[in-house]
């Protein structure tokens, strides 16, 4: 009787293993939606209202190199009147009201490299419909440039919080870890060179959000709401086979701007003399997919 009971045991072991490797098997393989963040730097040029723009006058740019970003918020339209929120809402990362008012949980946010996997979704968990357009909220980039210090280049590396409000307990920029335990406003950045890291903010408003949408569905001022089109919509039916893979690229077009005092197109920071930077936010959003 004694073996007879082991062995049923077995089978039920054996039986509950083979479901739960089944079960497992059938959510890897069910279709999803894959997004990932790309920046390109040949990518129009936008201000504000969607528009091909310069350099304002007075400023200089360069193109960041990156070295990762993160978002806070990504939304789906039907179509140009679908206002912000409105439309099918994929994502948005943690909150948190330890600093005061409600700010990006710094800690909890997805940061990836460019080009990576941002988000996975199943596709059938997505509401069904034809998307013409993406809202993409972003809220952290880490970048290098190139500055001058005594006529002579150097690169240093930027941390930059673009999102509507961050609650920050500490970051690291490249090597050097900065303590805030605060919330930072939108245009907070940290720039660390071989002499340590220094801080500052953006005046309030000088981040640059293009939204194409301007007339018929704007964005709350503050926010980081990149907004883009895709060429062909994105049609959803929840019964695709085969997983979607969305590329949100990202103008990066001479997107660090600082104020050009001595008109020679080169990021100064000599001290006493230092260009002070003026805008950090992404120049335009294309999406495709495949």
Known sequence: ?????????AIAITFLSSCSSNDDASVENKPKLIVKLAVDPNQVRLGNDGSQTDIEAGNAGQNPVFNSISAHYLELAPNASTFLGQG????????TDTGGAT??????????APGETFLEIPLKDIQAGS?????????????????????????GTVASFVGFNTYITDYTVKNEQVTVND??????????????????????????????LFNTSPIPQGSCVVTGSFDTNLVITGEETEDIVVTLSL???????????????????NPGTE???VDMGLRGLVPSYE
């Open 1 to 9: 009787m004694k073996i007879y009971f082991l062995v049923l045991v």
């Open 88 to 95: 099918t809402i994929l994502y948005q990362a943690p909150e």
């Open 103 to 112: 700010a990006i949980d710094f800690d909890q946010s997805n940061i990836v």
């Open 131 to 155: 998307y013409e357009w993406v809202r993409l909220s972003l809220s952290y980039q880490n970048y290098d440039v190139t500055f001058h210090f005594n006529d002579a280049p150097f690169t």
């Open 183 to 212: 919330n930072k406003l939108q245009g907070y950045w940290g720039f660390e060179t071989i002499t340590g890291v220094q801080t500052g903010q953006a005046p309030e408003g000088a981040t640059t959000v293009p939204n194409p």
């Open 251 to 269: 103008s990066i077009n001479k997107s660090f701007e600082w104020i050009d005092t001595n008109g020679n197109d080169k990021w100064d920071v």
């Open 275 to 277: 260009e002070s930077i």
